[in-house]
């Protein structure tokens, strides 16, 4: 059941612009002292107040965006009330006026506003793609809120007359990649085969199968090839194991193996991989179970696991960050939509969730969710076909590449397997090679998290 609005703090044009301007500086190298606000602290650069009463109420939805181009895109700006005037001008003393409200617009759209507001979830609980502004105004693949900070950008650049860039990873790299695996099935290659090749009568290939699953290693059970050839790249592997092998309460399956009992062929089969925790279904929303799951992990891994991904992309916007926080993970990075690849929160950064309860951000990193192996062929989702997934998702590429972000690939094990011709080894091998062309520098979540720290 979806959990009642709680309490939450008021949400002031102060608590706004501090919320905002700290990720704006961290986005950017060296940004210099300039005072940004609106009109009544008289700043350098002034932003105009356009939200008027709406982060007073509760309504998860602002009233619909004016369209400016900007960079060469056509950019929704929410909060937009004066849409015929420039979106900056030069006002007398070096001062400059940006009159779309571009704070108020990030605030809404980084802070997950939309969806802690939002009564709508889907089957399995989770913020719907078709129930956002992304969907609704068609902009999931651009990230706006860096266009927004651009314009910040622009502005300081005329009132210091220098010059900013983004911050560069791995010491100068433009962007990163964050490659990482969820490992729900080790043993199940061999049922959806069998099961097509019993509906069709088919009972010599059936009893075939189910030979070859007893009597060789299964298709699935592949996380040596996996770290090798992501390796191959030059790249790090992110593992995340789900904990519990039982399926949840509500009968969605959770692992098909036992990760206390295979961690010692595991370990060696991953090296020194990255090992996060695969959260089981219905951690989501319960701490205590949570903390457990985090204990037997590492427990029986013998790695301090402070990286997190939920099973299903589970998230209840109203509880799930506040449960992270309390319980010190490092980071997560559960925040896409299952349905579509893209911007969840619109933006190409790592970033802090708001806390609407204490009316401040949450400590933890989150390291948005861009594109999963399942959101590219799966029934429900978008069914493209092989050579459609690199073009559909270049554009995307290229908008991390410009604002100096981070793109994190979902790509299970099981996807892995050389029967899989739909989004199987040979699309991830595509999308491996764009990223190395493009010299994405392949960091892991610790990697990420030390360069915010530095930040």
Same mark, same amino acid.
């Given at each position: 059941?979806l959990? +009642?609005?709680?309490?939450? +703090?008021?949400?002031? %044009?102060e608590?706004? $612009?501090?919320?905002?301007?700290?990720?704006f500086?961290?986005?950017?190298?060296?940004?210099?002292?300039?005072?940004?606000?609106?009109?009544?602290?008289?700043?350098?650069?002034?932003? !105009?107040?356009?939200?008027?009463?709406?982060?007073? &109420?509760?309504?998860?939805?602002?009233?619909?965006?004016?369209?400016?181009?900007?960079?060469?895109?056509?950019i929704? =700006?929410?909060?937009?009330?004066?849409?015929?005037?420039?979106?900056?001008?030069?006002?007398?003393?070096?001062?400059v006026?940006?009159?779309?409200?571009?704070?108020?617009?990030?605030?809404?759209?980084?802070?997950?506003?939309?969806?802690?507001?939002?009564? &709508? #979830?889907?089957r399995?609980?989770?913020?719907?793609?078709?129930?956002?502004?992304?969907?609704?105004?068609?902009f999931?693949?651009?990230?706006?809120? /860096?266009?927004?900070?651009?314009?910040?950008?622009?502005?300081v650049?005329?009132v210091?007359?220098?010059?900013? #860039?983004?911050?560069?990873?791995?010491?100068?790299?433009?962007?990163?990649?964050?490659v990482?695996?969820?490992?729900? /099935?080790?043993?199940?290659?061999?049922?959806?085969?069998?099961?097509?090749?019993?509906?069709?009568? /088919?009972?010599?290939?059936? !009893?075939?199968?189910?030979?070859?699953?007893?009597?060789?290693?299964?298709?699935?059970?592949?996380?040596?090839?996996?770290?090798?050839?992501?390796?191959?790249?030059?790249?790090?592997?992110?593992?995340?194991?789900?904990? &519990?092998?039982?399926?949840?309460?509500?009968?969605?399956? /959770?692992?098909?193996?036992?990760?206390?009992?295979?961690?010692?062929?595991?370990?060696?089969?991953?090296?020194?991989?990255?090992?996060g925790?695969? %959260?089981?279904?219905? #951690?989501a929303?319960?701490?205590?179970n949570?903390?457990?799951?985090?204990?037997?992990?590492q427990?029986?891994t013998?790695?301090d696991?402070?990286?997190?991904?939920?099973h299903?992309?589970?998230?209840?916007?109203r509880?799930?960050?506040?449960?992270?926080?309390?319980l010190?993970?490092?980071?997560?990075?559960t925040?896409? =939509? !299952?349905?579509? =690849?893209?911007?969840?929160?619109?933006?190409?950064?790592?970033?802090?969730?708001?806390?609407?309860?204490?009316?401040?951000?949450?400590r933890?990193?989150?390291?948005?969710?861009n594109?999963?192996?399942a *959101?590219?062929f799966?029934?429900s989702? $978008?069914?493209?076909?092989?050579?459609e997934?690199l073009?559909?998702?270049t554009?995307?590429?290229?908008?991390? &590449?410009?604002?100096g972000?981070?793109? *994190?690939?979902?790509?299970?094990?099981?996807?892995?397997?050389?029967?899989?011709?739909?989004?199987?080894? #040979?699309?991830?091998?595509?999308?491996?090679?764009?990223?190395?062309?493009?010299?994405?520098?392949?960091?892991?979540?610790?990697?990420?998290?030390?360069?915010?720290?530095?930040w």
């Amino acid at each position: 059941m979806l959990p +009642a609005l709680p309490p939450v +703090a008021p949400v002031s %044009a102060e608590t706004r $612009l501090s919320y905002v301007l700290h990720h704006f500086r961290l986005a950017y190298a060296d940004v210099p002292a300039v005072s940004i606000g609106y009109a009544d602290t008289q700043p350098q650069i002034q932003v !105009a107040d356009g939200a008027g009463d709406f982060f007073a &109420e509760t309504q998860p939805y602002p009233p619909a965006p004016s369209y400016r181009e900007w960079l060469g895109q056509s950019i929704p =700006f929410f909060f937009d009330t004066a849409p015929g005037q420039p979106l900056l001008m030069r006002q007398p003393g070096g001062r400059v006026l940006v009159h779309a409200d571009v704070i108020a617009a990030a605030f809404y759209l980084l802070s997950g506003w939309q969806e802690f507001f939002s009564d &709508e #979830r889907d089957r399995h609980g989770r913020f719907p793609y078709s129930a956002s502004v992304q969907h609704r105004y068609g902009f999931v693949a651009l990230p706006v809120v /860096n266009y927004y900070f651009d314009v910040l950008k622009t502005a300081v650049e005329q009132v210091t007359q220098q010059k900013l #860039r983004p911050r560069r990873w791995a010491g100068q790299v433009p962007w990163a990649a964050f490659v990482t695996h969820d490992i729900d /099935n080790l043993y199940s290659a061999w049922k959806a085969p069998t099961k097509a090749a019993l509906r069709q009568g /088919n009972l010599l290939n059936a !009893a075939q199968l189910a030979w070859q699953h007893l009597t060789k290693p299964d298709a699935w059970d592949n996380l040596a090839q996996v770290r090798q050839t992501v390796a191959s790249y030059g790249a790090k592997s992110t593992f995340f194991f789900l904990p &519990e092998h039982r399926p949840g309460a509500n009968g969605t399956p /959770n692992a098909d193996y036992k990760v206390s009992k295979l961690w010692p062929r595991l370990a060696t089969a991953i090296g020194d991989s990255e090992v996060g925790l695969h %959260a089981s279904i219905g #951690r989501a929303t319960h701490g205590g179970n949570l903390k457990r799951e985090e204990h037997r992990i590492q427990h029986c891994t013998g790695h301090d696991v402070k990286g997190i991904r939920f099973h299903y992309l589970s998230w209840e916007p109203r509880m799930t960050p506040t449960i992270l926080d309390s319980l010190l993970f490092r980071y997560d990075t559960t925040l896409g =939509f !299952a349905e579509h =690849f893209g911007f969840r929160n619109s933006y190409c950064l790592p970033f802090h969730l708001f806390d609407f309860g204490q009316g401040r951000q949450y400590r933890f990193l989150e390291i948005p969710l861009n594109v999963m192996d399942a *959101t590219l062929f799966h029934p429900s989702y $978008l069914q493209l076909a092989p050579d459609e997934i690199l073009p559909a998702l270049t554009p995307m590429f290229e908008q991390i &590449e410009q604002f100096g972000g981070v793109c *994190t690939v979902l790509w299970h094990n099981e996807n892995f397997d050389p029967d899989n011709h739909h989004n199987g080894p #040979r699309e991830f091998h595509t999308i491996m090679e764009y990223l190395r062309s493009r010299q994405a520098a392949f960091l892991d979540g610790r990697d990420i998290c030390g360069e915010m720290v530095k930040w």
